[in-house]
């Protein structure tokens, strides 16, 4: 059974940083992709980024782009999300997903696990 861990969520000033940590543990992540989510109260969950396990690609949302850097620790099965220049419209939910294998999507329903979410708090 996969298991996804998030931490790392806060509450920060805007213009702050954060980084999210994704622990991944069940099965021998070496293929597939890693994605991290957001979901703000009366809002649809929302693509930020996403990165492969093996070949280390990135994706991001336009609203990450510049902001957000996504990575991976193959020796920890981690994943991390670090939030620069954070802006109060990132406040949300956070969540840590996973699609087995397959190539980088945006799409929530095409990725099979998922982690229980880290609240990010960011005040004006």
């Known amino acids: 059974q996969v298991q996804l861990v998030e931490s790392g969520g806060g509450l920060v000033q805007a213009g702050g940083s954060l980084r999210l940590s994704c622990a991944a543990s069940?099965?021998?992540?070496?293929?597939?992709?890693m994605a991290w989510f957001r979901q703000a109260p009366g809002k649809e969950r929302e693509f930020v980024a996403a990165?492969?396990?093996?070949?280390?690609?990135?994706y991001y949302a336009d609203s990450a782009k510049g902001r957000f850097t996504i990575s991976r620790d193959k020796a920890k099965n981690t994943v991390y999300l670090q939030m620069n220049s954070l802006k109060p419209e990132d406040t949300a939910v956070y969540y840590c997903a996973s699609a087995p294998r397959g190539l980088i999507t945006t799409t929530p329903e095409l990725y099979r696990y998922w982690g229980q979410g880290t609240q990010v708090t960011v005040s004006s």
């Open positions: 069940g099965r021998t992540f070496s293929s597939g992709v």
């Open positions: 990165i492969t396990w093996s070949g280390g690609n990135t």
